[in-house]
């Protein structure tokens, strides 16, 4: 009888133990941590980008942000398009809306103008190995060269993620979007010309992508697909983006397009030579800038074995 009550003592206390354990996992786990960030506010006017007449309706759609409590008139905002176009994609499940935050401190950022000294001299703190910068010798000028431009393209928050002919479709629309904004930028430049504008501004011929999560990927694979423009893009953003493999392949088709794109991806890196093994040039893709940026503390689903930096 004592052995019995002993033994179940034991039980009990090991019990005790590994649920003790399992709590304090999880709650390190699921603790909140302090982000750092501050409060982002905003006045956001989201103006619809028209689609041309010879075109096929698409239940897609592209909109220009407007950053500002003022009524403005979407036709003339449309024809002072001058700065540098900035795309924004959405991720699984998002909103063309999510891209007011970062147009918002933008914006900001423009009518402000550059940081004053101290706030470079304390990023340059951090040490790079075999470079010595020196940042009183760098001249900053007063107002910044021109302003971004951003845009944003609704995919009616689709579950992206979870099926490969869904990120197909909004690769083809990307695509479009892409080319529909270098058109409108040249027809806002010719028609600023015509009425003998004082200024009429540097004509854009690339577009920025920023793609949050799956919208990165998204990014990349209208980067390689057969029908954009050449030089159409050049500068790619990707936040908290899985790049090496889907989060949750629960269709074959998910697994087999992020295969189809990373390896076009690895092609578009490979120097082109001749039959000889003469260099010729390099690859399609060596112009293009890539910065990739991992989720934070709080972001379990994305892993940054995923997503590298």
Not at 54 to 76: P, Q
Not at 130 to 155: C, E, F, H, R
Not at 211 to 224: D, E, K, P, Y
Request: hydrophobic fraction near 35%; include cysteine.
């Amino acid at each position: 009888m004592m052995r019995r009550s002993e033994a179940n003592v034991r039980i009990g206390v090991l019990i005790t133990l590994l649920v003790g354990v399992g709590v304090a996992a999880l709650y390190g786990l699921l603790r909140p941590n302090s982000s750092g960030c501050i409060m982002t506010y905003m006045f956001p006017t989201y103006i619809p980008i028209p689609t041309p007449s010879n075109v096929t309706a698409m239940r897609y759609g592209l909109y220009l942000y407007h950053e500002g409590w003022k009524k403005i008139d979407f036709k003339e905002h449309i024809a002072k398009l001058s700065g540098v176009p900035v795309l924004f994609i959405p991720g699984n499940s998002g909103s063309y809306k999510q891209v007011r935050s970062l147009a918002a401190v933008s914006d900001r950022a423009y009518q402000g103008g550059p940081l004053d000294q101290g706030f470079y001299q304390e990023a340059s703190k951090i040490t790079v190995e075999n470079t010595d910068i020196d940042i009183s010798k760098i001249s900053l000028p007063n107002q910044y060269a021109g302003m971004l431009d951003w845009l944003a393209v609704d995919l009616e928050g689709e579950h992206s993620a979870t099926d490969g002919r869904i990120l197909e479709e909004h690769t083809e629309y990307v695509v479009y979007a892409i080319h529909r904004i270098l058109d409108q930028y040249k027809e806002s430049y010719d028609a600023r010309l015509q009425e003998g504008a004082a200024s009429s501004g540097k004509l854009a011929k690339s577009v920025i992508l920023v793609g949050h999560s799956m919208g990165g990927f998204v990014a990349r694979a209208a980067l390689v697909h057969p029908h954009l423009r050449k030089s159409a893009v050049e500068t790619i953003l990707t936040l908290s983006t899985p790049h090496q493999s889907p989060p949750l392949a629960l269709q074959p088709s998910l697994g087999q397009f992020y295969a189809r794109i990373n390896q076009e991806w690895r092609k578009g890196y490979e120097v082109q030579t001749s039959r000889s093994g003469r260099y010729i040039s390099d690859g399609p893709l060596s112009r293009v800038v890539v910065v990739s940026i991992s989720g934070g503390y709080n972001d379990y689903q994305d892993l940054r074995r995923r997503n590298p930096t």
